[in-house]
């Protein structure tokens, strides 16, 4: 992948430690989606806007099929929020950032 982020990219093997506590946001995407790649600037101004009071993260639902399953992931972009590791709230389709960042003041 050549894009930058600051958002975490998240794998099979580090997932469920990364989202355990605390606040995240989950992008369950591919490379190859035009969606996808609209909502990645958005992130970026969740990110900014939430610091560290939560965790921005990207799953590449290609290269990590475990957690894509374990998630139900059928359409992407799909952006889950959990809260200590449990799912509080889904979004499929392109979210736009002023909802993203409701969702997580609201989850903190």
């Known amino acids: 992948m050549t894009e930058t982020t ?27 989606c035009i969606p996808c790649r609209m909502q990645t600037p958005i992130l ?19 290269e990590n099929m475990e957690v894509a399953s374990e998630y139900g992931i059928i359409s992407i972009p799909t952006l ?14 392109v979210q736009n950032d002023a909802v993203l960042n409701k969702a997580i003041e609201d989850a903190i």
């Open 44 to 62: 970026e101004k969740v990110h900014q806007a939430v610091g560290s009071k939560a965790l921005i993260g990207k799953v590449n639902v290609d």
């Open 80 to 93: 889950i929020l959990f809260k200590d590791g449990k799912e509080v709230k889904r979004f499929v389709g």
């Open 6 to 32: 600051n958002t975490k990219h998240l794998t099979d093997s580090d997932f469920s430690e990364s989202i355990k506590s605390g606040v995240s946001l989950i992008d369950f995407w591919a490379e190859w």
